[in-house]
């Protein structure tokens, strides 16, 4: 079965940048949608960017102009570079594709 394993989490102070790595151990980044949610002390999890097939991105709002999803097909790795970043953007950041069960995550804090 196909698994997503985060890393690239960390303590970072606001205005800081992180960049997190989602790597599935087959090659299938491609030929999905793969999408990066946090969640959140307290809150649900919500999308924050996700990636298509055809590398077209979509961003929640609160991100656009700070966050930048891209892919590395020959790693098989998808990564969310978060730039600026601000306390709000704390939570736990996991990756996911459709019908692949949910990896541990990574954390992200953004404090001062």
């Known amino acids: 079965q196909v698994q997503l394993v985060e890393s690239g989490g960390g303590l970072v102070q606001p205005g800081g940048s992180l960049r997190l790595s989602c790597s599935a151990s087959r090659n299938i980044v491609d030929s999905y949608v793969v999408g990066w949610y946090r969640q959140a002390p307290g809150k649900q999890r919500e999308l924050v960017a996700h990636i298509l097939s055809g590398d077209t991105t979509n961003y929640k709002e609160s991100v656009k102009g700070r966050f930048t999803i891209s892919k590395d097909n020959a790693k098989n790795t998808v990564y969310l570079q978060m730039n600026n970043l601000k306390p709000e953007d704390t939570g736990v950041y996991c990756c996911?594709?459709?019908?692949?069960?949910w990896g541990q995550g990574t954390q992200v804090t953004v404090s001062s």
């Open positions: 996911n594709i459709v019908g692949i069960p």
